[in-house]
Antibody, heavy 120, light 110 residues
Framework: QLQLQESGPGLVKPSETLSLTCTVSGGSISSSSYYWGWIRQPPGKGLEFIGSIYYSGTTYYNPSLKSRVTISVDTSKNQFSLKLSSVTAADTAVYYC????????????WGKGTTVTVSS | QSALTQPPSASGSPGQSVTISCTGTISDVGGYNYVSWYQQHPGKAPKLIIYEVSKRPSGVPDRFSGSKSGNTASLTVSGLQAEDEADFYC??????????FGPGTKVTVL
């Protein structure tokens, strides 16, 4: 059974870079049918798609965050990562990683999420 | 501000049905048959319950059904049960490898 697990610091200072990693277990990140994505949810608010990456390294980012986001993949570790630069309090959220099925265009497997707070 | 529009809340008694609408544009909901619905219980990750407008993943009860007309998609929960009380989010593929979500609808079982 495929599982995704987010990890990384729970507290980041304003203007610094948020870094998270998603570890995929129970399946290969190198599958041709899937991209791997990041989604976030500010406290009490809705979901926002951040971006996704293919195992080859091809990336796509939400235009509203594109200037600050970098998503990378490490197939040897079955992991992919998120970096969000110049963070502010508005970036405080639960961050989820998820598998994106590119055949039917859905997010079918999600991690449990990790809370990141931006505060000095 | 979310790209898709949903009502903030909906409610029904056990056994009744509730329908949630999700309105977008021709650039997302109206332009693709890639509308998904996610159920999220408090403190939990979203769970896919409907994809490609009306298909259900394995294990999702057939009480959940989806449809679409023009730029508006809908999710119907029939035979409401206590465990259906949750937030429901619609999502649509919006081209260029981007997804948009609605703001969520809180379903209350009275």
């Amino acid at each position: 059974q495929l599982q995704l697990q987010e990890s990384g610091p729970g507290l980041v200072k304003p203007s610094e870079t948020l870094s998270l990693t998603c570890t995929v277990s129970g399946g290969s990140i190198s599958s041709s049918s899937y991209y791997w994505g990041w989604i976030r949810q500010p406290p009490g608010k809705g979901l926002e798609f951040i971006g996704s990456i293919y195992y080859s390294g091809t990336t796509y980012y939400n235009p509203s965050l594109k200037s600050r986001v970098t998503i990378s993949v490490d197939t040897s570790k079955n992991q992919f990562s998120l970096k969000l630069s110049s963070v502010t309090a508005a970036d405080t959220a639960v961050y989820y990683c998820a598998r994106r099925d590119i055949v039917v265009e859905n997010l079918d497997v999600w991690g449990k999420g990790t809370t990141v707070t931006v505060s000095s | 501000q979310s790209a898709l529009t949903q009502p903030p809340s909906a409610s029904g008694s056990p056994g009744q049905s509730v329908t949630i609408s999700c309105t977008g544009t021709i650039s997302d909901v109206g332009g693709y048959n890639y509308v998904s619905w996610y159920q999220q219980h408090p403190g939990k990750a979203p769970k896919l319950i409907i994809y490609e407008v009306s298909k259900r993943p394995s294990g999702v009860p057939d009480r959940f059904s989806g449809s679409k007309s023009g730029n508006t998609a809908s999710l119907t929960v029939s035979g409401l049960q206590a465990e259906d009380e949750a937030d429901f989010y619609c999502s649509s593929y919006a081209g260029n490898n981007n997804f948009v979500f609605g703001p969520g609808t809180k379903v209350t079982v009275l």
